[in-house]
């Protein structure tokens, strides 16, 4: 199209001369204007500021601002001569806006962003904060929530091994889940229903705590995991032992689901049927964005492995449509009417209702009712919950 204007030259101007447009509306806070500065020491001055004949700035004033902040004596200038008066007020705001309707494919920015990292960069300068890029790393760590936001450590502890806790119809006990007696003590005489089990997954995640503490300024709870780094022969028998005693306590053909790590699946699979349990399938939570790390595929999904005591038939409480790829959008709970709350659950929608129900907004998981249904968990430093 031989109509359109081209900008045929650069020119570098001395910043007093260079007039900023009084009707701007685009603001400019200072925590922008220093971004922007520190763009311009690492990559240059390589966009100049757009003027009119008569040294107003039609595009570019933020730049001015950060050459002013550097100190710079001249900035290059493209000067534009053929805008009408009001094709110059309509750009100074189409260049601000049109910008805003791009978007980003998350998986090649998160990419890009962890190559960058790991070729020793300083990823900030690219304009992302360090909590924004704490979230690509650590898509996870996005919610209602900051479950790593730990209060400051008590002098002494209220809580010691032994201890049982009485919340309801629920109990907690400090112990240790390879321990029987300690799983005996959480029982309390009863045989479970069902077992839903995270345990470490022996991937050293203390290290990438660490990482990301480094971006999030001291905010990571960078406390490490033990027996999260054991070798395989250890972690197979540390597994081995919670599992038997998993099976010790559990009705016949109560089901178990095992969340666990791609990586130490030969050893989640083994331990659970030594232990006794028959092992149907094998789940896949399907995650909205991936985890960046350093493998050459990054992971966007969990397995959970899915089983029964097979001493007599299980029960199954599901539809005939359920498959093994379970996907969530990742909606909070909403109230929909007085004493009723809505939960998103991928394809299912959880509808609780009550005149006693109260939702905690530090976990979307936790609900507190009147009357629950019953559930125990057994927690230790460093150990897993049954």
């Known amino acids: 199209m031989d109509s359109i204007t081209m900008a045929e030259q650069i020119a ?11 009707r701007n509306p685009r603001t400019h806070t200072l925590e922008q204007v220093a971004k922007v500065a520190a763009s311009i020491v690492e990559f240059g001055f390589t966009n100049p500021i757009l003027v009119d004949a008569e040294q107003g700035i039609i595009a570019g004033h933020c730049r001015l601002m950060a050459a002013q902040k550097l100190g710079l004596k001249q900035v290059p200038v493209i000067e534009l001569t053929h805008l009408t008066e009001a094709q110059k007020r309509a750009y100074v705001i189409a260049d601000n806006r049109l910008a805003l309707d791009a978007g980003w494919d998350m998986e090649l920015l998160a990419g890009e ?3 960058l990292k790991e070729d020793g960069f300083d990823v900030e300068l690219t304009g992302f904060s360090g ?10 760590g996005a919610g209602l929530a900051d479950d790593d936001a730990t209060p400051p450590m008590l002098d002494e502890a209220i809580t010691a091994p032994g201890d049982v806790w009485i919340l309801g119809r ?3 006990v400090c112990g240790d889940s390879t321990v029987l007696t300690d799983v005996e003590k959480l029982m309390n005489g009863e045989l479970v229903d069902c077992t839903w089990t995270d345990p470490p997954y022996n991937v050293n995640y203390g290290e990438k705590a660490e990482m990301l503490d480094k971006y ?3 905010h990571r709870n960078t406390a490490r995991i033990l027996n999260d780094n054991m070798d395989s022969k250890a972690f197979y028998e540390f597994l081995l032992m919670a599992f038997t ?3 010790a306590v559990s009705k016949s053909g109560a089901s178990v689901y ?11 699979r083994t331990s659970l049927k030594v232990a006794g349990f028959y092992l149907s399938s094998c789940l896949i939570w399907r995650k909205n964005a991936l985890v960046l790390g350093r493998s050459d595929y990054h992971w966007q999904h969990e397995p959970v492995l899915y089983g029964w005591k097979d001493t007599g038939a299980h029960r199954w409480f599901g539809g005939r449509d359920k498959t093994t790829i379970h996907e969530f959008d990742g909606a909070p709970f909403q109230q929909i009417a007085d004493n009723e709350w809505q ?7 959880l509808i609780v209702r009550g005149d006693n129900v109260t939702v905690e907004a530090a976990h979307g998981t936790v609900f507190l009712e009147e009357k629950p249904r019953s559930s125990l968990q057994l927690q230790q430093e460093g150990r897993h919950s049954l």
């Open 113 to 115: 962003l962890a190559a």
């Open 343 to 349: 939960i998103p659950m991928g394809e299912t929608t």
């Open 258 to 268: 095992v969340a666990h790590a791609e990586t130490e699946g030969v050893n989640f």
């Open 245 to 247: 005693n998993v099976y």
């Open 170 to 172: 629920h109990r907690l």
């Open 12 to 22: 570098l101007w001395p910043l007093e001369k260079l007039k900023p447009y009084s």
């Open 216 to 218: 999030q300024k001291g």
């Open 131 to 140: 909590d924004e890029i704490s979230e690509f790393l650590d898509p996870e």
